[in-house]
């Protein structure tokens, strides 16, 4: 069911990787309600060609840009604009990479190179892209911006490491640039923080289909999955919700207020 929610909007999509990407499932959906869109992703990511079928499937030209760089970012702007025909609607950060992470490297033996870099790619980005928007004035009156996060940066969750930092810091990136582009163009900021999926990024982390499953277990309505991820970005992304903003948006079946459930209950007491 469509209900043309983006018709004549225009956005940006950052991180569709494959086919098991968040983004990529919220451009299948923007596509859908009627939205216009380019698709970016960091060059060496661009290698698996993946994008380009996606794009096709959308009409959606691809400009890639690696988030961390202020040069790609404001050509990122520009070109989209221009391919576009007009300011941005929408913004959609699905940005999350941890050296450590992909090396395995445990809280307590962490490399600081890495970690910044950690930083850089999965937060330091937010505030980029937002800022690059705001110098090149590339943002409509209500465009809506929003970035993926994880319950990471509220409860520790041992294997994901240095990015509970990094979630915890995107977090409080919407808070204090939504603030700001709230006054300055009525730009609402948001984070979703979504439930464990089954991506590249998500399968990276050790443990993943343990916690995955307590994950599921522990949700009342179970995991959220990547499509009704896209489908909960798509009404950010709306008029029908012009005045939520600077919010952390909990979208996890209820894992977040759960203390336990019956089922894992029935499950620990065999
Ligand atoms: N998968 C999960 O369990 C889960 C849960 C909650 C939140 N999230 C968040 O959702 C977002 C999307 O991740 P996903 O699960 O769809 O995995 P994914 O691996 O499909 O997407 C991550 C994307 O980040 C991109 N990226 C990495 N470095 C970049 C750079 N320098 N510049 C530009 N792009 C870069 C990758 O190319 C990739 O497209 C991430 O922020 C992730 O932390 C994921």
Redesign the pocket.
Known sequence: MTYNLLKGKKGII?????E?????KVALKAHEEGAKFTL???P??MRMGEINKLAEHCGATVIP????SLEDLENLFTKSIEALGGKIDFVL?????SPNIRKGREYGDLNYEWFLKTFD??AL?FHKVMQVAEKKDALNEYASIV????IAAQRSFPDYTD?SQA?AALESIARSYGARLGKLKKVRVNTI??????????KG?SG?DVFYDFADMMSPLGNAT?EDCADYTISLFSDLTKKVTMQNLMHDGGFSYSGITSELIERLSK
């Open positions: 950052f991180g569709a990787l494959d098991n990407s968040i983004a990529w970016t992703n960091a060496i990511a840009a690696d988030a961390t950060h699905s940005i999350g990479m790619i999965s980005s970035a993926l996060s994880y990015m979630k923080s979504q439930s464990p999926t089954k991506t590249t990024a998500g982390i993943f990547a």
